[in-house]
Every structure is written in structure tokens, then in C-alpha cells.
């Protein structure tokens, strides 16, 4: 049984895509958004704290990020969380967590 995984998260890129290929020809695309959060701390105060989120997508999707995004772009992303985990060279472990982008919607005004 498969078990529900979907997030979408809304927020400007902090740096220009980079897309690369696999060793099979497969176009992926890197990106990390910022995505700002305002809540109300324990003594009432406003607090805004901006959270970074890990984006990768793949194929058409990827290419179409490459080609259209760029630092400060906005746009909401949805898919599911991934993560990934591997071994050092000196045997350490080590994991990441990301957004497996399926769908982007671009909300910046075109250029």
C-alpha cells in the first residue's frame, strides 16, 4: 500500500537553476527556494523567518525551469518529499531532504 506524499511550497528563488544530466540523458533541475513565515512569538511579538526548501525536477519540467527561471523568480512547486541518504568517504552518514518537484507554476510576471 502507498502511503499520501505531496507538499507544495510558494516562494522566490534564491539563486539562478542549474540544470544537469544523468549519465542516461535525463534532464534534471536544481533550484532552493525561500519561502517567508510571519507568526506570533510566545510574548505577542511579530516574527518573520524565511525557510529554505531543496527543489529538484526532472525532464520537460526541468528543462522549462532551466529556460524560464532565474534568481527572484516566484513560484509555487508541488510533488513529494524525498529523501536521500549516503556514505562519506571517511564512513560517515549523511541525508538531505527535498522536494521531487512534479508540477511548477510560475507566478513571476514574464520578462
Known amino acids: 500500500m502507498t502511503n499520501f506524499n505531496f507538499s507544495a511550497v510558494e516562494g522566490h528563488l534564491v539563486k539562478d537553476p542549474e540544470l544537469k544530466h544523468t549519465k542516461h540523458g535525463n534532464a534534471l533541475c536544481k533550484f532552493t527556494l525561500g519561502s517567508n513565515q510571519t507568526y506570533k512569538d510566545k510574548n505577542g511579538e511579530k516574527v518573520d523567518k524565511a525557510n529554505f526548501f531543496d527543489i529538484t525536477t526532472w525532464a520537460k519540467v526541468a528543462e ?3 529556460k524560464y527561471l532565474k534568481k ?3 513560484v509555487l512547486v508541488s510533488g513529494n518529499l524525498r529523501k536521500d541518504i549516503w556514505q562519506t568517504d571517511d564512513g560517515s552518514y549523511r541525508s538531505r531532504i527535498y522536494l ?5 507554476n510560475f507566478l513571476s510576471a514574464k520578462a
Open 100 to 104: 521531487d518537484g512534479r508540477e511548477v
Open 64 to 66: 522549462a525551469c532551466a
Open 72 to 74: 527572484g523568480s516566484r
